[in-house]
């Protein structure tokens, strides 16, 4: 996991150009907005970002596949969801959370793996590696397939990426998934909707390309996060 800007370190710099006394306001706004769209370029309207993911495993979590989730805004998170495509994976609260609030900067790693044991989960607080580390007794789909974090009742969309192994082939049980998240707006690339033998290389290409086992996929050290797949690049050491 590479080392994140902080919100508070662009709120600085954002104060700071915008105090300075022998600026006129128009220079200041100016630097304001050059400061905060560019530079600050990060979703602060998304509390929870899906951050690093490695669907396939890799050898520093071996015989698991997980999901790294970047907590931007602190706050009570109890009994909110971790989807691949329709299907529930996970909940905070089925995890053995009676409340969960973790603080802005903490990560959460979803782990899927045949060997899991409730007991596991960190409950109580972040684990010796620093993490929330929550254990699932599945595996994540390594060729076509839709992540999101979504709200407690599963219907309010938080954030999603969604990954293809670009083989041109979409299976058509892909449909589904694919187009909840285009409707639920996650995404700026690819068609509204998907349609078997159709358009699948359309679809596929739009998407993240899944990392090879061993390997991740992850954002940049700002978590930058503008639904695009170029946000994404294949990490090779991966971590956590």
């Given at each position: 996991m590479r080392k994140k800007l902080k919100k508070m370190f662009?709120?600085?710099?954002?104060?700071?150009?915008?105090?300075?006394?022998?600026?006129?306001?128009?220079?200041?706004?100016?630097?304001?907005?050059?400061?905060?769209?560019?530079?600050?370029?990060?979703?602060?309207?998304?509390?929870?970002?899906?951050?690093?993911?490695?669907?396939?495993?890799?050898?520093?979590?071996?015989?698991?596949?997980?999901?790294?989730?970047?907590?931007?805004?602190?706050?009570?998170?109890?009994?909110?969801?971790?989807?691949?495509?329709?299907?529930?994976?996970?909940?905070?609260?089925?995890?053995?959370?009676?409340?969960?609030?973790?603080?802005?900067?903490?990560?959460?790693?979803?782990?899927?793996?045949?060997?899991?044991?409730?007991?596991?989960?960190?409950?109580?607080?972040?684990?010796?590696?620093?993490?929330?580390?929550?254990?699932?007794?599945?595996?994540?789909?390594?060729?076509?397939m839709i992540i999101s974090v979504r709200d407690a009742a599963g219907t309010t969309w938080i954030d999603a990426v969604g990954y293809s192994n670009k083989d041109g082939n979409a299976a058509s049980t892909f449909k589904s998934p694919y187009d909840a998240f285009q409707a639920a707006v996650m995404w700026a690339e690819g068609p509204a909707t998907f349609t078997d033998t159709v358009n699948d290389a359309e679809v596929q290409t739009a998407l993240v390309t899944v990392p090879a086992v061993g390997a991740s996929s992850g954002r940049d050290e700002f978590s930058t996060d503008s639904n695009l797949s170029a946000d994404w690049t294949t990490q090779t050491t991966p971590s956590p």
């Open positions: 662009c709120s600085r710099l954002i104060y700071q150009a915008t105090s300075l006394n022998k600026l006129s306001n128009y220079i200041r706004l100016t630097i304001f907005f050059l400061l905060f769209f560019g530079f600050c370029r990060m979703s602060f309207a998304q509390n929870l970002i899906i951050n690093e993911i490695a669907p396939q495993g890799t050898a520093n979590f071996a015989n698991n596949d997980w999901v790294e989730i970047y907590v931007s805004v602190g706050g009570n998170y109890t009994g909110y969801t971790i989807y691949e495509g329709n299907t529930l994976v996970s909940s905070f609260s089925a995890a053995g959370f009676n409340t969960f609030t973790p603080s802005a900067g903490d990560y959460i790693v979803v782990h899927e793996t045949g060997s899991w044991s409730n007991s596991e989960n960190d409950v109580t607080g972040k684990g010796a590696n620093n993490y929330w580390d929550i254990w699932g007794s599945g595996d994540f789909t390594g060729t076509d």
